[in-house]
């Protein structure tokens, strides 16, 4: 059986820098550290059936340092400021792996509360996805660049109706 005090000697240090390497902010990382022994203390005797506990607990940190970047992100921007918010939405502007899938899961996330409107899904994919502007989608949909606005104000005005989008907040660049 294990002693809280015991694990906490051996694998607060580790804890500590697995959330640093996500978070890039010592406050933050023992923000997430202290989060993640919440959790850990829940779990109380289960711990013992843990055959590698470093492995889980830096696990759990990894997933609790994300949830807490998602979080924080979420809080700090309000897509409806700007009416034009999507028409300059940049999703995928930064190289980071994390930015990148993220991007991936709010254009899912944002393509299904489109749904079967074919239209205006093909508009979305070729905006941001990838990343065309307005007269090169007119031209590869044979429509005209008005209608392209139009759709893409409808996209808006379905997502804004669905509020799908407060839920990704953190991907409003340049709103």
């Given amino acids: 059986m294990w002693s809280y005090d015991v694990i906490v000697d051996q694998f ?12 890039k902010d010592k406050q933050t990382a023992e ?16 711990i013992a059936q843990v055959e590698k506990l470093g492995s889980w607990l830096k696990t759990i940190t990894t997933r609790t340092a994300i949830d807490l970047l998602r979080k924080e992100k979420r809080s700090h921007t309000c897509l409806f400021q700007d009416p034009n ?9 930064g190289d980071f792996v994390e930015e990148r899938l993220n991007c991936s899961i709010l254009l899912e996330e944002l393509e299904q509360c489109i749904g079967n409107q074919q239209k205006l899904l093909a508009v979305f994919q070729l905006k941001f996805r990838l990343e065309f502007d307005n007269q090169q989608i007119a031209e590869m949909l044979n429509i005209s660049n008005s209608a392209v606005k139009t759709r893409l104000f409808r996209i808006r005005k379905l997502l804004k109706r669905a509020e799908v989008v407060e839920d990704f907040s953190e991907f409003a660049v340049g709103a």
């Fill in 31 to 46: 923000d997430v550290v202290q989060e993640t022994w919440i959790k850990v203390l829940k779990q109380g005797k289960k």
């Fill in 12 to 23: 607060q240090a580790m804890m500590y820098y697995t959330a640093f390497n996500v978070v």
């Fill in 85 to 93: 918010w999507l028409e300059e939405l940049d999703l995928c502007a």
